[in-house]
């Protein structure tokens, strides 16, 4: 996740055993994510202890980096996944939106033959410019003046 905010699906991630990566910007977020995922660690529940039984230990690293130019080797990853910031409520402190989604676009194609992107507006042009072929594309209404959009990529 190149811009993971507090960490929500890099813990997803991990509850089904994926090994994850994750990196924000901020050192807010990054110190975020690092205490969700303790938290996580140290969680009795049912769906916690259900994944170790399972046999699903993931590592989880967490960076701190800019989502356009990401400390990770090219085909280093079996996929991305990432939720774009809004915008509206987001700080974005380097980039404008589009060029900061872009640049994520166009690092997680460097680095991952498949993604999913959930945004609030629709970055397919965006994302058939950083060279993938939109496999889906879905919207779920939230609430009134939210829908989120869902991308699934895989690299032309």
Known sequence: DPMCGTGGLPIEAGLVGADTVACDAQAKMVTGTRENLRACLDDPS????????????PTWHVLRGDATTLPVDDDAADGVVFDAPYGRQSKIARHELAELVAGALEESARIAARAVVIADR????????AGWVVDASFDRRVHRSLTRRVLVLSRA
């Not at 049912?46 to 230990?57: L, Q």
């Not at 629709?122 to 410019?129: F, I, N």
């Open 122 to 129: 629709d970055w397919r042009g965006l994302a058939r410019g």
């Open 46 to 57: 049912e769906r916690t202890t259900a994944a170790r039984r399972a046999g699903s230990t």
